[in-house]
């Protein structure tokens, strides 16, 4: 069995989505650990759509279906940094 080609299909969306909202956070921009923490957040909120091959997913969708996965996508990507953002300043205060 050849389970090594098996992923979330919204982790490549989501860490794109990470790196492009970082742009706007310079002190987060270049913290790979909470840019990571970020991602796991915003994949945890997500329901998960395991799939083996991007085009399967991509093919079985309707243009509706994509755009409110998108639209998910990016809300889950911005509460994920301001959660984030929110405990490392209540860490920093301990």
Avoid: W
């Amino acid at each position: 069995m050849d389970i090594a080609s098996i992923h979330n299909n919204h982790e490549k969306a989501v860490f794109a989505c990470v790196q492009e909202m970082a742009e706007h956070f310079p002190h987060i921009q270049d913290n790979p650990d909470m840019l990571a923490d970020i991602a796991c957040v915003a994949l945890n909120r997500l329901p998960p759509r395991y799939i083996r091959h991007d085009v399967d997913f991509a093919f079985f969708q309707t243009d509706r279906e994509r755009t409110e996965t998108e639209r998910s996508i990016a809300e889950a990507v911005e509460f994920a940094f301001g959660f984030v953002q929110a405990r490392n300043a209540m860490r920093a205060r301990a």
